[in-house]
């Protein structure tokens, strides 16, 4: 016994140290790197110097950081329901049995499998202001009697980001959904019908509440994702107008960019505990609705 | 019956704004890649075909477009293939080898990749800086296998748990080591969702931005988001034409391996997600 459980041992070493391996170098160490950055004037060209939290410190009193920190929560507060809504009547129409399925699933994933990058390039000619097929069709439809300033004002650049993201990430919500959907039993469903329960009163009485812990993991998944936003809003509106849509990865990306790389992992540390802290009041959340793992 | 009719409306036009939502952005593309100007749609212009600006991206080298397809195919694929590896072996010895305290890799695993990836590119820059890796391959592809893993293993494990373990068990004691039980009896059970996991980093490798963007400086190791990304034009007009027939000669191989796997993806999304 005690052989084997020495075997064993080397065993789960051999097969498990490639990953922790990697893990370590490439993302602890640099966790570690960049906390410990955040505590001094680490400016390109300047000597290094330990300041503690003065960069934090520098942080709370900065303007242009509040400023990201607004638009972020505000960003994810717009984009994570609508994205959940757009998700869940995606789902429940895949899950209705019917002709060419496989092409309406097939046709969702296909904004999911876009790089935002790229997509972000295509919806930055959608809301060009002269020739773009947004203002093209709000015009045509007479929504509006004049084209919009869709990335020259801060609230239209607002509305194109939300907009964008929800498409891009909605399919993902969806897919989801559509498992937690097909996970729910027949016969409830069944017995819901035997009872003469209609359409909606089987949607609220049955699929609503258990669908009810899928629907914490899209929003938790949703709103880690939503808080480190970046290639989208670098494409789309490079952070503008006039800094009206910095989020705080982009934020902190400015830092390293200009080489004050402390106040750059000041902001890299306070999006992470902001993720945690969200984090950490979803799960309660979770268990104070009676859900379990 | 009526009730009926309404359900039927429904799904009518859930299944048109399905189409248009997802769809119209990609059409609209391509439509763009093949009008000799993008201006189409204001009074002024008018819509001409024409396959030139594939005929730029294609044929211009100055432009580097096949160059930064490259970068990303062979990036994402040795990635794939060395993060499915990595993770196959952790998962087999999550799942299947007695341990004290195995719930708590996996959990350490997850709360890994809870580090935004901001808060990791300063390093990853001055590490990849003093090693003189900055804009090549390795570069990236190393953070590149470290960024995926967490997921890969969650998705692996998840399949793992599900084979029974009387299979490795019988293996054992017919006399073979972990690594043939694992290759001999293991990997064609676990197959299918081998291949769903390259598949997803494939796609997230071939997708990501942020890293690419801090480590990479040109069309050695530049990759094709990040190229598209920075296109510009040479006259100081954004070339929509050309940046539309590079997104679509980008997106179609993308676009096909999502339609034909899309079951593959599906299962490996969800496994990754919720079953774990």
Known sequence: ?293 | MSEEKIKAALVFLTAVFAIVFCLGPFIYMTVVSLSSEPDFLSGQGSFAASLDNYRIILTVESLHFLDFLRNSMVISLVTAFVTVFIAGLAAYAVTRIPLRGKSIILIVVVAISMFPQISLVSYLFRLMTSLGWLNTYQGLILPYIAWALPLSVWILASYFSQIPVDLDNAARVDGCTRWQALHKIILPVAAPGLFSTLILVFIFCFNEFLFALMLTSDHQARTIPVGIALFQGMHGEIPWGTIMAASIVTTMPIVIITIIFQRRIITGLTHGAIKG
Not at chain 1, 138 to 156: A, K, M, T
Not at chain 1, 272 to 287: E, G, N, P, Q
Request: aromatic share 16%; charged share 15%.
């Open chain 1, 1 to 293: 016994m005690r052989r084997s459980a020495g075997r064993d041992t080397r065993a789960a070493v051999l097969f498990l140290g490639p990953l922790f391996l990697f893990l370590g170098l490439f993302i602890l160490l640099p966790v570690v790197g960049t906390i410990a950055t955040s505590l001094y004037r680490d400016i390109s060209f300047v000597d290094r110097e330990f300041i503690l939290f003065d960069n934090y410190l520098r942080l709370l009193g900065d303007d242009s950081f509040w400023r990201s920190v607004r638009f972020t929560l505000f960003f994810i507060v717009c984009s994570v329901p609508l994205e959940l809504a757009i998700g869940l009547g995606l789902a429940l129409f895949l899950n209705q049995p019917m002709p060419g399925r496989w092409f309406f699933r097939a046709a969702i994933l296909i904004p999911w499998a876009i790089p935002a990058a790229i997509s972000a390039r295509a919806w930055q000619l959608i809301y060009n202001f002269h020739y773009g097929l947004a203002n093209y069709l709000i015009v045509v439809s007479g929504l509006s009697e004049s084209p919009v300033n869709w990335l020259g004002s801060s609230l239209g650049a607002f509305i194109a980001l939300v907009a964008a993201d929800a498409w891009k990430t909605a399919p993902f919500v969806a897919i989801i959904f559509l498992a937690g959907l097909q996970a729910i039993p027949d016969e409830l469903h069944e017995q819901g019908r035997i009872d003469r329960a209609s359409f909606f009163q089987r949607f609220r009485n049955i699929t609503f509440p258990l669908l009810r812990p899928v629907l914490v993991v899209a929003l938790l998944f949703r709103t880690i994702d939503g808080l480190r936003v970046f290639d989208l809003i670098y494409v789309l509106t490079g952070g503008g107008p006039a800094g009206s849509t910095n989020s705080l990865s982009l934020l902190g990306y400015r830092y390293f960019l200009a080489g004050d790389f402390g106040h750059g992992a000041a902001v890299s540390v306070a999006l992470f505990v902001i993720s945690l802290v969200l984090s950490i009041a979803y799960a309660r959340m979770a268990r104070f609705g009676g859900i379990s793992y």
